[in-house]
């Protein structure tokens, strides 16, 4: 039997995306030979991580433009841990001596270096210890914290991203694609237009999904007033995520200050079945929403509202030179390429096909042997 330990923190959704994902593979994959735990090994270590994760997720929500602030000041985490770790410290060496784990998975920027040095000190020297990193490539907004050098292992979503952390000094490091959930990389069950018929939706008409974020960071009203005009050709699916109340909220302001045809959905289980009946999405340029949209084919605008956070910015780089997303910083630019492609859907179509030929559809299959010498 094996036993992995993933560390995770809840800024955003997306890095707890992978650890699900990493739990849903190993299952899958090798049953109960397999124990995965996941840690969140920030917020549940020190009441100063606990504050920072919260303070992320209030900026997120309410200012994204100050993660340009935020984001240089995390690229000192190394003043907090040189070299091991410092805060969080008990609670990191109980977990490991707990779970006794034979190796180690981050899918955080701020939980590798210290982290796998630290495991080594307390299990010994044979714990594996790797990060898989979602960036889409290096530059501004590419986080130093994402490399230990001293790790086994550096999985990376693209190629791109691999020779980024090679040029920082990673070791075994592999492309290892983009680590989403089983279901994404499933036949498509059914048609297409399933799902726009389950939410009482016409399945001829444009249909534009508003995504949110794991913080429940959403700009869904003024989009949906600015997208109001298009009624007679646009429907929308509006994703709340886990907070019910503000779903509630929203679908009685839609009923009554738009004209557009709204679906106002919580948390679900059925994104890739959503993303590959929608015409197109609107989400922040977070790695994980638009390496689901490409692994589905759908097209992306990039939601900019409030501006293009750090994090964000290897993602929009990388889907703008291949031509395969676009930016709003305004709910009013959103509407715009909405209605470019509704005048000129062949657009939209050649958008897919680009979709196409860059998808990469490996599963996290050959990096989790790897790790677990299997």
């Known amino acids: 039997m094996k036993r992995l330990l993933v560390l995770t923190s809840a800024t955003g959704a997306g890095h707890d995306t992978h650890a699900q994902a990493t739990v849903a593979w190993c299952a899958q994959l090798y049953g109960t030979y397999v124990s995965v735990t996941i840690a969140h090994a920030l917020e549940d270590s020190h009441a100063f991580y606990r504050g920072a994760v919260g303070f992320y997720n209030i900026i997120q929500r309410r200012a994204p433009w100050f993660h340009h602030v935020y984001y240089n000041v995390i690229e000192l985490l190394d003043a907090l841990n040189p070299g091991t770790v410092g805060l969080g410290r008990a609670h990191y060496v109980q977990l490991l001596q707990q779970r006794r784990p034979d190796a180690i998975l981050s899918v955080h920027d701020c939980l590798n270096r210290g982290y796998f040095e630290l495991a080594r000190t307390v299990l010994g020297p044979k714990v594996q210890c790797a990060t898989y990193c979602p960036e889409f490539e290096g530059g501004y907004g590419f986080s130093r914290n994402w490399v230990n050098p001293r790790g086994d292992f550096f999985f990376g979503r693209t190629d791109e991203t691999v020779r980024e952390a090679q040029k920082r000094g990673a070791a075994g490091a592999f492309t290892a694609g983009h680590w989403g959930p089983p279901l994404f990389y499933d036949p498509p069950i059914g048609d297409a237009a399933q799902v726009l018929r389950e939410l009482k939706l016409p399945a001829g008409r444009f249909t534009l999904l508003l995504s949110t ?162």
């Open 213 to 374: 974020g794991g913080a429940g960071a959403q700009n869904h009203r003024s989009l949906l007033r600015a997208l109001s005009p298009l009624h007679a050709r646009l429907q929308v699916i509006a994703l709340c995520g886990r907070d019910e109340a503000a779903r509630a909220e929203l679908e009685t302001w839609a009923a009554r200050e738009t004209s557009l045809e709204v679906r106002c959905l919580g948390f679900t289980d059925k994104m890739p079945a959503l993303l590959r009946s929608v015409s197109a999405v609107v989400a922040r340029a977070g790695a994980t929403t638009a390496g689901e949209a490409l692994l589905c084919g759908c097209p992306i605008i990039f939601n900019g509202l409030g501006g293009i956070m750090p994090q964000e910015l290897p993602t929009w780089r990388w889907f703008h030179a291949r031509g395969i997303g676009v930016a709003a910083l305004s709910a009013g630019g959103v509407r715009e390429e909405v209605v470019r492609w509704l005048e000129r859907p062949g657009e939209l179509s050649d958008m897919r096909e680009r979709m196409a030929r860059v998808r990469d559809a490996r599963t996290p299959q050959p990096s989790l042997e790897k790790l677990l010498g299997l």
